[in-house]
């Protein structure tokens, strides 16, 4: 059974950085991708970024390019989001998803994640 589980949402201030992680369990061996996808109220889910288990390739939207970084620690198997010059409008709720798939990423809705974490909040205050 595939798990994803993530940490280290919280309250900042703009211009500060914060580091999520997104846990992932249930996957024999890299043949998945993991994402970075974000909600804010009222708003539809935005992707952030992503990460290829498969062959390391990494796609970011243009809104967190140069400010936000994805990586993975494979002995720990753990994808973070490092989020730095955090903005009021990288207030969301933050999710980690999964799918299996022997190639690059992608962060548009247009095909599905299939696991998805519960979420954490992140909240950036002016």
């Known amino acids: 059974e595939v798990q994803l589980v993530e940490s280290g949402g919280g309250l900042v201030q703009a211009g500060g950085s914060l580091r999520l992680s997104c846990a992932a369990s249930?996957?024999?061996?890299?043949?998945?991708?993991i994402g970075w996808f974000r909600q804010a109220p009222g708003k539809e889910r935005e992707g952030v970024s992503c990460l290829s288990k498969y062959d390391g390739s990494t796609m970011s939207a243009d809104s967190v390019k140069g400010r936000f970084t994805i990586s993975s620690d494979n002995a720990k198997n753990t994808v973070y989001l490092q989020m730095n010059s955090l903005q009021f409008d990288d207030t969301a709720v933050y999710y980690c998803a999964a799918r299996r798939f022997n190639g690059g990423c992608w962060i548009t809705a247009t095909v599905p994640y299939h696991y998805w974490g519960q979420g954490t909040q992140v909240t950036v205050s002016l």
């Open positions: 249930g996957f024999s061996k890299d043949d998945y991708i």
